[in-house]
């Protein structure tokens, strides 16, 4: 009896109830810029077939054609594989000839400003269409693509139905830019959902911080502090995306394997956006007013857009691994290392003032870690609906 | 009869003109900023009167003021973070829409931090470079 009084007495004086971390003003705010999560399907208005079922159906099976490629080889989903969070976990991949470009996920792909690892596109229909033509990748001949899809009844009938035109009466242009149209339209439905993150960040909004580790953890909880304070990475990886949807020169290398040259980044993808045909300004995009084309009228060319790359969403990170422009680090515990120990030589002859070397002690780079894995969330993307076409089987 | 015509309508402009700068300026009480500086005062006036947010496209109406009366002339406009030492990544264009009313179109601030907005304000005779800083 005496004893079961002692243990209650220890208990009760070492139980205290748990209120997560505290966090200030400043920090608070930051956490908000967060979210919500996930945001609301907005349609695109340069793409006439965003968010049409009939256009996310057809263009979930060209996604997953690969007729779309020279003799039949690759699928879009061969790369953008959707067990792998739609990349395909390689550094680099090859097509019908080697890659030096890692494959990015397309979770969460729809309406952003730029791209491409240089933003080579400022729309998903116009990225769409670039893999189609690069002769590493798919390399397709729209001639032979057109007569395949027309002598295909039940895709011509399909296609008919979304179109309101026969392929035959598409120019190869046009039927190229609508390809790459019905494949955004389905890209565009390839999203993360609600992640531990989230979770923690609606309950903090409403003021209550009891037992809000249940959503994340106090490990994960001091890398957020990390990630939003003294590491800043929330400078670009900011927003509900995880990312300013910019560019930066971080210090990885811009050279390419096997002596191939140097990769210029930000600096040749404004020199391939202005020339694109099918950029924004041109006369392809469905939106007449052009509103959506400010940001590509207003882009300037500058020095140090050299070398500069796409700053990523960090959304599902931990399982979009190997990670940067050149697929060349391998897992996030190697991308807390490199931030840890930035060659600042190398930043101070290129980079932005705005990087330092972080020199995360062992706990602090697990922390990070913690906090990165949280922001995992279902992926999910539109399914088979061949019903849709049922007059066309 | 044609120089006439052409005469008549000359006259209408001047008018016209004449009329625009003898009209008071005033910065609009909804400005969210104010700034003076050797006789000329800026009225600064938010898309859809709140300040930018992190990310988003945004433009802004500029309500120049010389003396009172409405400030024509050309107008430059650029940011850039001074902590950071780098600039946007976009170029604003700036267009007269009325004697002393312009608006600014095509800014970006792509970070968090403190923005120092430029504002190269220039005539025939005067030229004034005005800054003011903004934290995001």
């Known amino acids: ?393 | 009869m044609k120089t006439a015509v052409a005469a008549r309508i000359g006259a209408i402009i001047l008018a016209v003109q004449s009329s625009s700068y003898v009209l008071a300026c005033s910065i609009p009480d909804d400005a969210g900023v104010t700034i003076e500086q050797d006789g000329l005062t800026i009225g600064i006036i938010w898309q859809q009167d709140t300040p930018p947010i992190v990310g988003e496209v945004f433009e802004l109406n500029i309500i120049a003021c010389e003396e009172s009366k409405p400030f024509v002339g050309e107008i430059k406009a650029s940011a850039m973070m001074p902590a950071h030492n780098h600039g946007m990544n976009y170029q604003p264009n700036v267009t007269m829409k009325s004697p002393g009313q312009y608006l600014a179109t095509g800014f970006v601030f792509h970070m968090f931090g403190t923005w120092r907005l430029k504002l190269n304000i220039f005539s025939d005779e005067r030229r004034y470079d005005i800054e003011h800083d903004l934290t995001l």
């Open chain 1, 1 to 393: 009896m005496k004893l079961t009084a002692y243990f209650c007495l220890v208990f009760l004086l070492l139980w205290q109830p748990v209120y997560g971390l505290e966090y200030s003003d400043q920090e608070l705010t930051m956490i908000r810029s967060l979210g919500p999560w996930p945001t609301e399907s907005v349609k695109d208005p340069s793409n006439r077939f965003s968010q049409q079922e009939g256009a996310i159906e057809l263009g979930r099976q060209l996604f997953f054609d690969r007729r779309l490629s020279k003799d039949n080889r690759f699928s879009c989903a061969d790369c953008h594989q959707p067990n792998q969070a739609f990349q395909d976990s390689l550094p680099l991949n090859k097509g019908f000839d080697p890659l030096h470009r890692h494959t990015s996920s397309l979770l969460d792909v729809g309406h952003r400003p730029w791209y491409g690892w240089g933003g080579e596109h400022d729309s998903l229909w116009s990225q769409s269409i670039r893999p189609m033509l690069a002769s590493a990748e798919m390399h397709t001949n729209i001639t032979i693509l057109k007569n395949t899809l027309k002598q295909d009844n039940q895709f011509q009938c399909a296609f008919q139905q979304v179109t309101d035109r026969t392929i035959g009466s598409f120019s190869e242009d046009e039927l190229l830019i609508t390809l790459g149209k019905l494949l955004a339209s389905y890209q565009e439905t390839i999203k993360s959902g609600s992640s531990s993150f989230d979770l923690f960040r609606s309950q903090r909004i409403k003021q209550s911080s009891r037992n809000d580790e249940q959503y994340l953890s106090i490990d994960a909880q001091k890398g957020l502090k990390l990630f939003i304070g003294e590491a800043r990475c929330v400078l670009c990886h900011s927003g509900p995306n995880f990312t300013n949807g910019e560019f930066g020169d971080i210090g990885v290398p811009f050279f390419i394997q096997n002596g191939q040259g140097v990769d210029k980044g930000r600096y040749k993808g404004i020199q391939a956006l202005r020339k694109d045909p099918y950029n924004l300004l041109g006369k392809y995009n469905d939106d007449p007013s052009k509103n959506n084309a400010v940001r590509t009228k207003h882009l300037q060319l500058l020095h140090r857009n050299w070398g500069e790359f796409k700053v990523p969403s960090l959304r599902n990170v931990s399982q979009t691994a190997p990670y940067m422009h050149n697929g060349s680090v391998r897992t996030l515990v190697d991308v807390i290392d490199f931030y840890s120990n930035l060659d600042e030589e190398r930043l101070h002859a290129d980079g932005e003032k705005i990087l330092r070397p972080l020199h995360l002690n062992e706990e602090q780079s697990r922390s990070m870690v913690a906090f990165l894995t949280s922001l995992a969330g279902p992926i999910s993307a539109a399914t088979e609906n061949t019903q849709l076409f049922s007059r066309c089987q």
